[in-house]
């Protein structure tokens, strides 16, 4: 057992040895590996992870450089934020499995927007955030500029006007990190978000160009260029937490580039983990398992491969903490 880990890493090394538990530590391993070897990492974002906190172990992870490019929905770019400004108004449903239509219904009287267990409070969450991205989409409109979504909250984050918000310590917040850092993140159907329909209501008011924000297309193409200018020698990783867009959007840069522009000698993912309780069905893309993205010119025969069947929540703050050397 190695001496140089902390105590979360020498317990995961004693105790972790079969089933879902080793495929965790080989996937983590095969994670380290990768980067001593000089790859690079993109991590993708499914579900409600931000609310999950994954930000406390995520942003060391980006502090560290240990990842070098997120793909993200947009609940888990804009919800990373609201934790930070809004975390005392949270309110906790433990019970959520029990909760009658009626139960529900008073938690939407009251404001608060359920995820399983976590209410996120609207007005100190939402619309705090609504009032002063509302000013940078505006800024940027009368200044003929247009942004990327994740670049639109890098400015609002930076400015330092949420500061007067914090109610968690900052360090915990994985998109301030990304900020600090100016870490490339794309975020595929950003229009399916809280801030998405807020601006579509915007645009449909008549109060912004629907142009300011960028859009998809725009985020594949700065996808590809990212992915041309750093994919050689051992090349980049995909780590997958959950399914849907946040996965599928990024992983078809590959494909595309090879297929579409012609781009014969453009390398494939060099690394693939999925963290997933989704099981292999019919159709299913959170579920399929990695040999049929082979099929899909997305992964080499050779890619090393790892698929984590558990609770994302429960197992990406391990793995990252092996990663961490905690």
């Known amino acids: 057992m190695s001496t140089t880990r902390g105590p979360i890493s020498q317990f995961m090394e004693r105790n972790y040895l079969h089933f879902n538990a080793a495929a965790m530590m080989d996937a983590a391993k095969g994670y380290e590996t990768h980067l001593d070897e000089g790859g690079k990492m993109m991590i993708t974002l499914a579900g409600a992870m931000s609310t999950a906190e994954l930000g406390i172990s995520l942003a060391e992870m980006i502090r560290q450089d240990k990842v070098s490019i997120i793909s993200c929905t947009g609940a888990n ?8 400004v809004a975390h005392s108004h949270y309110k906790r449903v433990p019970n959520y499995r029990d909760l009658s239509p009626q139960d529900e219904w008073d938690l939407l009287e009251n404001h608060y927007n359920r995820v399983t267990d976590t209410c996120i409070p609207e007005e100190e969450a939402f619309r705090r955030l609504q009032k002063h991205i ?17 670049e639109f909250m890098y400015k609002m984050l930076l400015s330092g006007d949420l500061e007067q ?3 968690i310590d900052p360090k915990n917040s994985w998109m301030l990190a990304a900020a600090e850092k100016n870490l490339p993140i794309v975020v595929p159907g950003w229009e399916d978000s809280t801030m998405g329909n807020i ?7 008549g109060e912004v160009k629907a142009t300011t924000v ?9 996808l590809a260029d990212w992915y041309i200018k750093n994919s050689e020698g051992k090349g980049i990783g995909f780590f997958q937490i959950g399914g849907g867009i946040a996965g599928d959007f990024p992983i078809c840069v590959v494909p595309m580039l090879y297929q579409d522009m012609e781009m014969p000698n453009i390398p ?13 069905s019919y159709g299913s893309y959170s579920g399929a398992v990695p040999n049929e993205k082979i099929t899909w010119g997305k992964l080499d025969i050779h890619t090393p ?6 609770d994302a929540t429960i197992v990406a703050p391990l793995m990252f903490a092996w990663i961490l050397k905690m």
């Not at 509302?134 to 994740?150: L, M, S, T, V």
């Not at 960028?214 to 700065?222: A, L, S, T």
């Not at 491969?305 to 558990?310: L, R």
């Open 199 to 205: 601006f579509a209501s915007y645009v449909m008011k």
């Open 305 to 310: 491969k790892f698929i984590v069947e558990s």
């Open 77 to 84: 770019l804009e919800e990373d934020i609201m934790n930070l």
């Open 268 to 280: 494939f993912w060099s690394y693939f983990c999925q963290i997933s309780d989704s099981t292999t």
């Open 134 to 150: 509302n000013k940078i989409w505006k800024d940027a409109e009368e200044a003929g500029e247009r942004y990327f979504p994740h």
């Open 214 to 222: 960028k859009g998809g297309i725009e985020y594949m193409g700065y």
């Open 165 to 167: 918000y914090y109610e």
